[in-house]
């Protein structure tokens, strides 16, 4: 690109011109990636992924149109390509048959289930792959919550007791890190805690610190058909309006053992995540969560917003924001357009 002239006719001067024109370096598009502050890479995602029972099976998601819950087989065709494009990481989310599901979310720490099966797997077929395993009750729960149901109430500790054996399954399995997304009271400490007794020091975990009781949540919902069946998640989860109680969550995560902190949704919460960032030299992700990826689905698919650009847009204000980190289904679509 040739710069336009450098110099403007004499004539046409202002009488009393600006000493600063910060569209000097705008002019390029060489100068203003000169100046560019924040620069989107495949190394800042981590792919989000639905795995199910089955073989040779794939379903789209209707609320998040290319999606897919994959069938174990499939899942690892969809993990090669992900590593194909130059992501490193995936997170996985199971979708358990409902005859499996309990109140006290048993098939979560089952050696055999869905989750460390697909951990197996990847780690034989995809090595270099790291591998986030979710920890929470709610794709395990007859009930659609984090915990275990006891008159209405979510119990806490009796919780944190079953994620202690879920966390050690996958583990065990081979998880590189486990991510506990309950927001139970002291669960990061008694997983940290229960992996070093057992001799897993190097399995990382990557907390959910700031998880907002969020409307954005609904697609991934009926992804894994994870509804709560009464009530909603705000006894656990944080209220909206709050962002000094992040700092004070994230503090209580670091000091009982997490290796990166994360803040969820990601775009309504872009204050959080800055806050969350000044506030701790650990690693902070954020998590571009099933409803925003659904927004911007859907309005580009109405042809009403330019979907690749507003994708691309909306990350780069996550990482401008201070994600070190992005969780996004959009991973595949973004490595891509890196590329391109
Ligand atoms: C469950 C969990 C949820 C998500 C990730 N882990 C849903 C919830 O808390 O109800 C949501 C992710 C998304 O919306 O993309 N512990």
Not at 306 to 323: F, I, N, P, Y
Request: charged share 25%.
């Amino acid at each position: 690109e040739v710069a336009p002239e450098n110099k403007t006719d004499p004539g046409n001067t202002a009488s009393c011109p600006p000493v600063q024109r910060p569209r000097r370096l705008r002019r390029t598009d060489a100068l203003r990636r000169m100046v560019r502050e924040t620069i989107l890479t495949v190394d800042d995602l981590i792919y989000p992924l639905f795995v199910m029972e089955g073989e040779g099976q794939q379903q789209e998601i209707p609320s998040m149109p290319g999606c897919f819950r994959y069938s174990l087989d499939l899942l690892l065709d969809e993990v090669k390509a992900a590593q194909e494009l130059g992501i490193g990481a995936i997170a996985l989310f199971p979708l358990i048959p409902h005859p499996q599901k309990d109140n006290f979310g048993t098939e979560s720490y089952n050696p055999d289930g869905l989750v460390p099966r697909a951990i197996r797997a990847i780690k034989q077929t995809v090595p270099q792959m790291v591998v986030i395993t979710d920890v929470a009750l709610d794709p395990y729960s007859s009930e659609g919550h984090d915990g275990i149901v006891k008159d209405g109430q979510i119990l806490n500790d009796e919780t944190v007791a079953v994620l202690v054996k879920q966390a050690l399954v996958q583990a065990e399995a081979g998880a590189d890190f486990v991510a506990p997304s309950d927001m139970m009271d002291g669960r990061v400490g008694a997983i940290r805690q229960a992996l070093d007794a057992e001799g897993w020091i190097n399995v990382s975990i990557l907390a959910y610190s700031a998880k907002y009781a969020s409307a954005y949540y609904g697609p991934f919902r009926d992804a894994l058909d994870s509804a709560p069946k009464f009530g909603d998640k705000k006894t656990y989860q944080m209220d909206a309006a709050n962002a000094r109680e992040a700092l004070k969550e994230v503090d209580l995560d670091i000091a009982e053992g997490a290796d990166i902190v994360m803040v969820k949704p990601a775009l309504a919460y872009l204050d959080v995540i800055n806050r969350m960032k000044k506030h701790t030299n650990l690693p902070v992700a954020a998590y571009n969560v099933s409803g925003e990826y659904a927004m911007i689905k859907a309005a580009g698919q109405q042809g009403w917003i330019d979907e690749q650009k507003v994708m691309l847009e909306t990350l780069t204000s996550m990482k401008r924001a201070g994600a070190n980190l992005i969780l996004t289904y959009f991973a595949k679509a973004v490595a891509l357009a890196l590329r391109a």
